[in-house]
């Protein structure tokens, strides 16, 4: 049966930023970019470390990608991608989730 998981609400996420969650061991973050919200777990592909060093801090100086702190990967905010640094061509693992009634909620197992 799926299950679903309040995480936050929207407004707990500013436009243009990101936040880092952790539900049970999970480790995630979550970016809100024009408009839109995206969810990957928080973990490097090439080191298996999470991305940050300052806590909700997950993007670039200029907002546009997500970066790895510990080796300056860049990774596309809509599809999670590393366009550039050691695991260029991989993914960041996209997180399952929903929005109802301004909540961001996890889909779980």
């Not at 995480?7 to 809100?32: A, N």
């Not at 100086?61 to 905010?77: D, K, R, Y």
């Amino acid at each position: 049966m799926t299950s679903l998981i309040p995480l936050c609400s929207l407004d707990d996420i500013p436009e243009g930023g990101s936040r880092g969650f952790q539900h049970r061991e999970l480790k995630l973050l979550i970016v809100k970019h024009k408009g839109k919200v995206v969810a990957y777990r928080n973990t490097c592909p090439h080191l298996g470390i999470p991305l940050e060093w300052v806590e909700h801090q997950f993007l670039d100086s200029s907002g546009t990608m997500i970066q790895c702190a510990n080796h300056g990967a860049l990774f596309v905010i809509d599809s999670g991608k590393c366009v550039a640094g050691p695991c260029a061509g991989r993914k960041l693992e996209a997180v399952p989730f929903r929005i109802d009634a301004n909540q961001l909620l996890l889909i779980g197992d």
